[in-house]
């Protein structure tokens, strides 16, 4: 007869915590989609600190009663990214990314304000990073704020049915933004202007002086010459007087 080994007591207790495991994964729905950018057709997806995204349309129709999350990440915290830790915590606050907080969760919504299919002539998007006055309030974890820095970020769209994970997107391809051009390198270029721009400037330039001295002195010259010269001359009249001349009388003979 073999001899039956004892079971280890961390097993047992170990079991429920896998099932329980388990059960949650399976309850998470894993979405065929992942986020991407906006039509290029737009423009200005990204710039110093925003970038647009494409509205997830028509991606969550079995979750009606759900709130979704967007998720935005740098890259090194998605391959252990934790869906249990809820929006509103410190581990997901805004002002804590990427430093103390290596994503955060922002734009919640509902499928409301993602109808499908997309009305005719709708512009379905979303401009990540849009918000300033939260940006600094550590009341208002879920802020949409100015993103620090020009990445790269990775975002997921995640499902919540109260605390519970119901449903998320794949993560994204990882996106950079513009970086600010510092102030000493565009004046070494020239701003960019081609040298045929800046000569037809500089010519500009000095017709614009030509024209304006050929004013001043027009002016000048109606001011303190022109209206002696030019000034149409006055009638004079000349009177003519008859002289009387006075002729001496002989004196009256007595």
């Known amino acids: 007869r ?3 080994r004892a079971r280890h007591p961390s097993a047992r207790t170990m079991l429920p915590l896998l099932l329980l495991l ?6 998470l729905e894993k979405l065929p989609y992942a986020p991407t950018l906006a039509s290029p057709s737009l423009g200005g ?3 110093t600190s925003t970038f647009v995204l494409e509205q997830p349309r028509c991606i969550f129709e079995r979750h009606s009663d759900a709130v979704i999350w967007l998720v935005v990440a740098v890259p090194d ?3 252990n990214f934790n869906n249990s830790m809820g929006p509103g915590t410190p581990e997901r606050a805004f002002q804590g990314f990427p430093v103390t907080a290596p994503a955060y969760m922002t734009l919640n ?3 409301l304000n993602y109808p499908c299919p997309t009305p005719t002539g709708e512009i379905a998007v979303l401009r990540v990073g849009s918000e300033t006055a939260c940006t600094g309030d550590d009341t208002k974890p879920t802020c949409n704020g100015p993103l620090p820095g020009p990445g790269p970020y990775r975002v997921k769209f995640l499902a919540l049915d109260g605390a519970e994970p119901v449903a998320e997107t794949a993560w994204s391809e990882p996106i950079t933004l513009r970086r600010a051009q510092p102030f000493g390198s565009i004046a070494a270029t020239g701003g960019g202007h081609s040298p045929g721009m800046i000569a037809l400037t500089a010519i500009l330039s000095i017709l614009f002086a030509i024209l304006l001295a050929g004013l001043v ?3 000048v010259f109606w001011s303190y010459g022109g209206s002696s010269t030019f000034s149409k001359p006055e009638a004079v009249t000349v009177r003519r007087y008859n002289t009387h001349h006075v002729y001496d009388q002989p004196a009256a003979r007595l």
């Open 2 to 4: 073999p001899h039956s």
């Open 22 to 27: 388990l059960a949650t994964a399976h309850g």
């Open 45 to 47: 997806l990204t710039t």
């Open 77 to 79: 915290a998605v391959p």
């Open 109 to 111: 919504t509902t499928l």
């Open 217 to 219: 002195a027009m002016v």
